[in-house]
């Protein structure tokens, strides 16, 4: 009986000096990874530099992680990012064991959501005051809100479970509001909550509304329904009136707020371009979700300046 061994099957330099593969492995082409490298380098320094403790080791303990340079790190958290293998296949395609996949991991992600900070890309957490929308976003011209939400493994717990059941989605979610300009860059991401919540009530809560100006138009869904009769700038579908039709003009503006709200559609279709916003979030670390939806909407961000 043979014992086969495999050697790992992913060669991450042929991927980093090939273009097609590159932009398929990782969501971006040479142009914008070597831009993004360049803060990558500063923030993985700084990272490096502020950790006081260092785990310590017997000179050649432990299986040597073989992603030694900045670039491979780089290629290793973007090809997490665009594909979401389990740590055991990313283990696999790296060479080591599941642990070390997941170490570098949440040791990469922070570095990289610092490197799309430094690239001015990461969307707002929340918004405080209509000035610091102005100096935020001061070529802004219209804001589409909308509902944000990502299916998760069915929590063990029946409490969890309750909080965590979309009645929109029929099963278990957790969700953001989230806000796009005409261009489909996404502005503001509030922090993660349980999908049982409704979006209006998030969104109640996150004072976006109130701290946008009154001359920029915000659209959204029927989900927000409601806001028109509080914001003279809230522009929501006609809801067909119980019993009743919707009159040709009604319709005639709904099919125009439709195509206008496409923009968001694009916009969070483009960070579920990354598995890791788009898949069943199965990680165990909390609130773990929360930075690799606002990553991703960062690499998206990223992708429309650098294009």
Not at 110 to 136: C, D, H, M, W, Y
Request: net charge positive; glycine share 6%.
């Amino acid at each position: 009986m043979h014992l086969w061994r495999f050697a790992p099957m992913l060669d991450i330099h042929r991927i980093l000096k090939n273009d097609r593969l590159l932009r398929a492995m990782t969501g971006l082409n040479r142009k914008a990874f070597d831009e993004l490298f360049s803060s990558f380098s500063q923030a993985f320094e700084t990272a490096t530099q502020s950790t006081s403790k260092r785990r310590q080791r017997s000179p050649g303990a432990g299986r040597k992680a073989n992603i030694p340079t900045l670039r491979d790190k780089l290629c290793f958290i973007l090809l997490y990012f665009k594909t979401y293998p389990t740590f055991d296949v990313l283990g696999i395609l790296f060479d080591f064991d599941k642990s070390q996949a997941n170490r570098w991991v949440h040791r990469l992600q922070p570095i990289l959501e610092t490197a799309l900070g430094k690239e001015l890309v990461l969307p707002k957490r929340q918004i405080t005051t209509i000035n610091e929308f102005i100096e935020s976003f001061p070529e802004v011209k219209r804001v589409i809100i909308d509902g944000v939400e990502r299916p998760i493994q069915r929590p063990q717990d029946s409490t969890r479970q309750k909080r965590t059941y979309s009645g929109k989605k029929k099963r278990n979610t957790r969700k953001h509001i989230g806000a796009s300009d005409q261009d489909k860059r996404i502005l503001v991401l509030t922090p993660v909550q349980d999908g049982k919540f409704h979006d209006k009530c998030l969104l109640d809560a996150s004072i976006l509304v109130e701290n946008i100006p009154k001359d920029i138009p915000i659209q959204g869904d029927l989900g927000l329904k409601g806001l028109e009769d509080e914001y003279d700038n809230i522009e929501i579908p006609h809801k067909k009136p119980k019993g009743g039709k919707l009159t040709d003009e009604q319709k005639a503006q709904n099919r125009e707020l439709s195509g206008e709200r496409v923009v968001v559609e694009h916009a969070f279709g483009g960070t579920k371009r990354y598995g890791a916003a788009a898949n069943i979030y199965r990680n165990r670390k909390k609130d773990f979700d929360d930075h690799l939806m606002l990553t991703s909407a960062g690499l998206w961000n990223f992708y429309l300046k650098a294009a």
